[in-house]
C-alpha cells in the first residue's frame, strides 16, 4: 500500500469514529455506527476526489512546461551511431529500427548530453523507439502541433513495415 492510501484509511476511520461517538451519544449506538460508516466513506470518497484534483493540476503542469521545453519534431537523417552515448532503446518487440525518414518527436533527455533525444511514434501515438541524435543526424521538421482531436492517427509517425517492402 502507498503512503497516500494509508493516510485516506486513517483519515476515513478517524472521521467516522468521530462521527460514531458524537451521534451515538445523541442518537443510539445503532445510529452512530450507521453514521460513522457513511461519515468515513464520505470523508475518504471527498479525500480522494480532492487528492485527484491536485495531481491533474500538477499533470496538467508538469505536460505544459514538458510541451513549452520540448517541442519540436525531427526527421531521422541518420542512425544514432553510438548506442551507448544516445541510449538506443527499441521498445516495441516485434523488431522495430530507426529508420532514415523516420519522424522523431522531442523528449526530455534521458541523461545529460550534447544530443536531441527523439522518440517515434506509431499511428496509434505508441512509442515504438526513443533515442539520442547528434544535431547532424537529424533535420528540423517543425513544432508539435498542440491541439489535436482524440482518436485522430498522429500526423509525424515512423515509417510502417508495409511501406519499405517492395510490392
Request: with cysteine.
Amino acid at each position: 500500500m502507498t503512503l497516500s492510501v494509508l493516510l485516506i484509511l486513517l483519515f476515513m476511520f478517524v472521521t467516522g469514529l468521530a462521527v460514531c461517538v458524537i451521534i451515538g451519544h445523541a442518537l443510539g449506538f445503532w445510529m452512530g455506527i450507521a453514521s460513522g460508516i457513511l461519515a468515513g466513506y464520505w470523508a475518504g470518497l471527498g479525500l480522494c476526489k480532492i487528492l485527484d484534483h491536485i495531481n491533474r493540476i500538477k499533470t496538467q503542469k508538469r505536460r505544459n512546461e514538458m510541451h513549452v521545453e520540448y517541442n519540436r519534431i525531427f526527421q531521422v537523417l541518420a542512425l544514432p551511431t553510438d548506442e551507448k552515448k544516445g541510449i538506443f532503446k527499441l521498445i516495441m518487440s516485434k523488431e522495430p529500427e530507426i529508420r532514415a525518414g523516420d519522424y522523431g518527436w522531442e523528449i526530455k533527455p534521458l541523461k545529460n548530453s550534447d544530443l536531441i533525444y527523439l522518440q517515434g511514434l506509431d499511428q496509434n501515438w505508441r512509442a515504438i523507439w526513443r533515442a539520442g541524435f547528434r544535431r547532424d543526424q537529424i533535420e528540423y521538421i517543425g513544432p508539435k502541433p498542440v491541439s489535436l482531436k482524440p482518436k485522430t492517427p498522429c500526423p509525424f509517425p515512423v515509417q510502417s513495415q508495409e511501406k519499405l517492402t517492395p510490392a
